[in-house]
């Protein structure tokens, strides 16, 4: 006899109100937000609860709670004594998490029932009711979600392993002198992949081939540069700059973006993988040259082994010649100089060795950070830039009034909110996305959408590397947004980018006013 949980009635739950929580990551489609809504529906009409808020985290990962804003909204809205409901109903107890550690997610229903805000668990066949039977299972099932999800992810590694090793590029851009070439899978070539651009056929894989016959002259020259003439890495940055030469990604050369040309086994066509890795979410790790997943003349090479090795024998001299105290001695005068210190700052100091090679003398960098007495706190120079992007919000609402109102538009703004109201027709929010440069060099955008005031369109200015001019603007309508966050890299797929443009000129035109001649 199969016993059906589901169908049980509680009489003492009629007229209950309750929250629904549900989310999904990159998994299979019966897992989706609205089969899982679906669900909890049906259970809530048979035990007479009446949902009253939705809290949805879509595309995200369970592993933890970082990137899940709608679930910590929860936890905050039951905790701060702002819940109206005394329940929240969730489509299984892998939804509320795949922890690896099932305490944590024993410690947010804590947190809940402590509050008085029960968790129950609609597809699950037990009844979170805090019996002996029930906690068993329960506990079973955490342990089975976190199971899940590490299963997975040795699964996704050592596929993405093999793929490395049968000479297939995984992920990144392909560097100055380098392109992403798009192949079949049968190895025929389909065409070259541009920034941005994705393969979008599941069998179809990617390599890397030469680049520009100029680029290539470039890299080589650098080597040159490097190994025959003796010039240091800040040097060739300073030529290169000189001849208005810019890197792949569009940037000035600087002595970090030649070093990273100058140790790069991709250029004598090595395909090297795995140098660090960010398993289940877990803290980035780097790994021992021996646990690197690599293939040997996987690409074509545009610099040739022996060049590339001598030059590697000069960059490991630097180090090999230097004590342990000759190195920290750099280090402090690095941090004297600074106030700081970053893999960044030590990569473009000149006469220094580089940031990974403090990470093999001395085992990490926050260990030879400690040992000059620094502490890596929190950067608090966005602090600064902030306060001069809210002194340059006003300036941008005002051009984009302008901007309406030279094309025959109107346009009121509310003094509280700043929100636009054009033509008495839609309402429009102007935020401005501060950019933030991330170790890899590589720019990263965070926008908050304002769901209070509930804009039919946001403009989104999105600043340049240095936050001093507009780099280009999103026109993001209400309709298509189905997250509060959106976190933009410098290129983001179609989804995004085509509400990318350059200028308002686009915005302006739908505020301008026709005239229509009198009908008869």
């Not at 947010?108 to 019996?131: I, W």
């Not at 392109?179 to 920034?195: A, I, P, T």
């Not at 106030?339 to 030590?346: A, D, P, Y």
Request: charged residues 25%.
């Amino acid at each position: 006899m199969v016993i059906d949980w589901n169908q049980r009635e509680t009489n003492d739950a009629r007229h209950l109100r309750a929250a629904e929580y549900v989310r999904m990551s990159t998994e299979h489609q019966e897992f989706s937000t609205g089969n899982q809504s679906a669900a909890i529906r049906a259970y809530a009409d048979r035990r007479g609860y009446e949902i009253v808020r939705t809290y949805a985290d879509d595309g995200k990962s369970g592993l933890n709670v970082d990137g899940r804003d709608a679930f910590m909204q929860l936890i905050k809205d039951v905790e701060g004594g702002h819940a109206d409901f005394n329940a929240i109903l969730v489509y299984d107890v892998s939804r509320w998490g795949r922890f690896q550690d099932p305490d944590e997610a024993a410690m947010y229903e804590l947190r809940c029932r402590r509050a008085g805000v029960d968790v129950l668990y609609c597809a699950d066949q037990f009844e979170n009711d805090g019996s002996i039977g029930s906690s068993i299972v329960k506990t079973v099932k955490r342990v089975m979600a976190g199971a899940y999800s590490h299963d997975l992810s040795v699964k996704v590694f050592a596929g993405q392993a093999n793929l490395i090793r049968r000479g297939y590029r995984q992920g990144g851009s392909p560097g100055f002198g380098l392109r992403r070439m798009l192949v079949d899978q049968n190895g025929g070539r389909k065409g070259q992949l541009g920034h941005g651009e994705h393969k979008s056929i599941a069998t179809d894989r990617v390599i890397l081939v030469p680049g520009p016959d100029d680029e290539i002259t470039i890299v080589r020259e650098i080597y040159r540069m490097f190994v025959e003439d003796g010039c240091p890495e800040r040097d060739i940055a300073t030529t290169l700059n000189a001849r208005a030469i810019l890197t792949d990604l569009g940037r000035p050369w600087t002595r970090g973006t030649v070093h990273q040309i100058l140790i790069n086994e991709k250029y004598v066509g090595h395909n090297v993988w795995a140098r660090t890795s960010f398993k289940l979410r877990r803290a980035h790790v780097r790994n021992d040259p021996e646990k690197w997943v690599r293939t040997n003349d996987a690409f074509a090479p545009i610099i040739d082994r022996d060049i590339f090795l001598r030059a590697r024998a000069i960059i490991n001299a630097r180090s090999e010649r230097l004590s342990d105290a000759a190195m920290l001695e750099t280090l402090k005068l690095i941090l004297e100089g600074h106030g700081q210190l970053s893999g960044i700052i030590i990569d473009e100091a000149e006469g220094c060795p580089s940031s990974s090679t403090y990470r093999s003398r001395f085992g990490s960098l926050l260990r030879a950070y400690a040992l000059v007495g620094f502490s890596p706190d929190r950067d608090y120079r966005y602090l600064e830039i902030n306060r001069k992007l809210r002194a340059l919000h006003p300036t941008v609402i005002a051009k984009i009034i302008s901007g309406i109102g030279s094309v025959g538009g109107r346009v009121t703004s509310d003094p509280l909110t700043d929100l636009l109201t054009v033509n008495d027709e839609f309402t429009v929010s102007v935020a401005i996305m501060r950019s933030i440069l991330t170790p890899a060099g590589t720019l990263r955008w965070k926008l908050r959408l304002d769901t209070a005031l509930n804009p039919d369109l946001t403009i989104a200015a999105r600043m340049d590397e240095h936050n001093d001019r507009t780099r280009d603007f999103y026109l993001l309508p209400r309709l298509d947004m189905g997250e509060a966050v959106l976190r933009l890299c410098e290129h983001n797929g179609l989804s995004l980018d085509a509400y990318r443009f350059d200028t308002l000129e686009r915005f302006y035109r739908m505020a301008a006013r026709a005239i229509v001649p009198r009908a008869a």
